[in-house]
Protein backbone atom coordinates (compact mmCIF):
# COMPACT_ATOMS: atom_id res chain seq x y z
CA UNK A 1 0.00 0.00 0.00
CA UNK A 2 2.63 2.52 0.73
CA UNK A 3 4.30 1.84 -2.07
CA UNK A 4 1.36 2.28 -4.50
CA UNK A 5 0.57 5.61 -2.86
CA UNK A 6 4.69 6.84 -3.08
CA UNK A 7 4.19 6.13 -7.08
CA UNK A 8 0.59 7.69 -7.12
CA UNK A 9 2.86 10.95 -5.17
CA UNK A 10 5.15 10.56 -7.44
CA UNK A 11 3.19 11.31 -10.43
CA UNK A 12 1.08 13.63 -9.02
CA UNK A 13 4.22 15.86 -8.51
CA UNK A 14 4.80 15.56 -12.21
CA UNK A 15 1.83 16.28 -13.70
CA UNK A 16 1.93 19.09 -11.53
CA UNK A 17 5.45 20.21 -12.76
CA UNK A 18 5.08 19.59 -16.41
CA UNK A 19 1.81 21.53 -16.52
CA UNK A 20 3.72 24.18 -14.07
CA UNK A 21 6.50 24.47 -17.07
CA UNK A 22 3.98 24.64 -19.89
CA UNK A 23 1.80 27.52 -18.44
CA UNK A 24 1.28 31.09 -19.43
CA UNK A 25 -0.32 33.28 -17.84
CA UNK A 26 -0.47 36.62 -19.61
CA UNK A 27 -1.14 39.54 -17.51
CA UNK A 28 -3.83 42.80 -18.90
CA UNK A 29 -0.23 44.92 -18.83
CA UNK A 30 2.03 42.81 -20.65
CA UNK A 31 2.94 40.82 -24.07
CA UNK A 32 4.08 37.06 -23.93
CA UNK A 33 6.54 36.45 -26.80
CA UNK A 34 6.46 32.00 -27.68
CA UNK A 35 9.52 31.47 -29.00
CA UNK A 36 9.88 27.66 -30.94
CA UNK A 37 13.73 26.88 -31.10
CA UNK A 38 14.64 30.30 -30.81
CA UNK A 39 11.97 31.79 -34.11
CA UNK A 40 8.79 33.38 -32.86
CA UNK A 41 6.07 31.53 -33.12
CA UNK A 42 3.24 33.46 -31.59
CA UNK A 43 2.67 36.71 -29.84
CA UNK A 44 -0.08 36.60 -27.15
CA UNK A 45 -1.51 40.34 -26.57
CA UNK A 46 -4.69 39.46 -24.86
CA UNK A 47 -4.95 38.35 -21.05
CA UNK A 48 -5.59 34.78 -20.13
CA UNK A 49 -4.22 31.40 -20.08
CA UNK A 50 -2.71 29.49 -22.70
CA UNK A 51 -0.51 26.88 -23.38
CA UNK A 52 3.41 25.94 -24.81
CA UNK A 53 5.73 23.12 -24.82
CA UNK A 54 7.89 22.70 -22.09
CA UNK A 55 11.95 22.08 -23.07
CA UNK A 56 11.07 23.82 -26.68
CA UNK A 57 9.29 26.58 -26.47
CA UNK A 58 10.49 29.61 -24.51
CA UNK A 59 8.38 32.79 -23.53
CA UNK A 60 9.50 36.27 -23.14
CA UNK A 61 7.40 38.50 -21.30
CA UNK A 62 7.25 42.34 -22.51
CA UNK A 63 5.47 45.26 -20.38
CA UNK A 64 2.80 47.50 -22.23
CA UNK A 65 3.06 49.97 -19.94
CA UNK A 66 4.83 53.45 -20.41
CA UNK A 67 8.58 53.56 -19.39
CA UNK A 68 10.73 56.44 -18.34
CA UNK A 69 13.96 56.86 -19.37
CA UNK A 70 15.80 59.44 -17.74
CA UNK A 71 19.20 60.27 -19.88
CA UNK A 72 21.99 61.64 -17.68
CA UNK A 73 22.92 64.75 -18.17
CA UNK A 74 25.48 66.22 -21.21
CA UNK A 75 27.45 68.83 -21.89
CA UNK A 76 26.78 69.97 -25.55
CA UNK A 77 28.33 72.62 -27.23
CA UNK A 78 26.34 75.41 -29.14
CA UNK A 79 27.35 76.72 -32.44
CA UNK A 80 28.99 79.75 -30.97
CA UNK A 81 31.44 77.71 -28.69
CA UNK A 82 29.58 77.94 -25.62
CA UNK A 83 28.94 75.16 -23.02
CA UNK A 84 25.70 73.72 -21.89
CA UNK A 85 24.26 71.25 -20.03
CA UNK A 86 21.48 69.46 -21.28
CA UNK A 87 19.05 67.30 -19.40
CA UNK A 88 16.21 65.42 -21.01
CA UNK A 89 14.17 62.09 -20.49
CA UNK A 90 12.17 59.71 -22.39
CA UNK A 91 8.93 58.36 -22.19
CA UNK A 92 8.57 55.59 -24.65
CA UNK A 93 6.41 51.93 -24.77
CA UNK A 94 6.75 49.06 -26.83
CA UNK A 95 4.01 49.01 -29.62
CA UNK A 96 5.37 45.88 -32.01
CA UNK A 97 6.51 42.99 -29.47
CA UNK A 98 8.25 41.40 -33.09
CA UNK A 99 10.07 43.87 -34.24
CA UNK A 100 11.14 44.60 -30.55
CA UNK A 101 12.21 40.62 -29.86
CA UNK A 102 13.72 40.69 -33.41
CA UNK A 103 15.88 44.15 -33.22
CA UNK A 104 16.48 44.34 -29.61
CA UNK A 105 16.32 40.64 -28.24
CA UNK A 106 13.62 42.29 -26.11
CA UNK A 107 15.83 43.78 -23.89
CA UNK A 108 14.93 47.02 -22.05
CA UNK A 109 18.36 48.09 -21.70
CA UNK A 110 19.14 47.90 -25.32
CA UNK A 111 16.35 49.73 -26.45
CA UNK A 112 17.38 52.38 -23.81
CA UNK A 113 20.94 52.29 -25.11
CA UNK A 114 19.56 52.59 -28.30
CA UNK A 115 17.29 55.86 -27.22
CA UNK A 116 19.87 57.41 -25.47
CA UNK A 117 22.00 57.73 -28.90
CA UNK A 118 19.40 58.73 -31.14
CA UNK A 119 18.35 61.48 -28.28
CA UNK A 120 21.87 62.74 -28.07
CA UNK A 121 21.89 62.90 -31.55
CA UNK A 122 18.99 65.14 -32.25
CA UNK A 123 19.59 67.15 -28.83
CA UNK A 124 23.20 68.11 -30.12
CA UNK A 125 21.51 68.98 -33.49
CA UNK A 126 18.99 70.89 -32.34
CA UNK A 127 20.84 72.82 -29.88
Known amino acids: ?????????????????LVNM???ITYPNEYKVI???GKISRVTTEPGFSLRIP??????????ARQLYDIAPT???????KKME?????VWRVTDPVKFTQTLNAS???????ISAM???????TV
Open 55 to 64: LIQSETTISK
Open 86 to 90: VDAYI
Open 22 to 24: ASV
Open 35 to 37: KTM
Open 108 to 114: RSSAENK
Open 1 to 17: MKKKSGIILLALIVVYL
Open 119 to 125: VYGALKA
Open 75 to 81: EIYTSDK
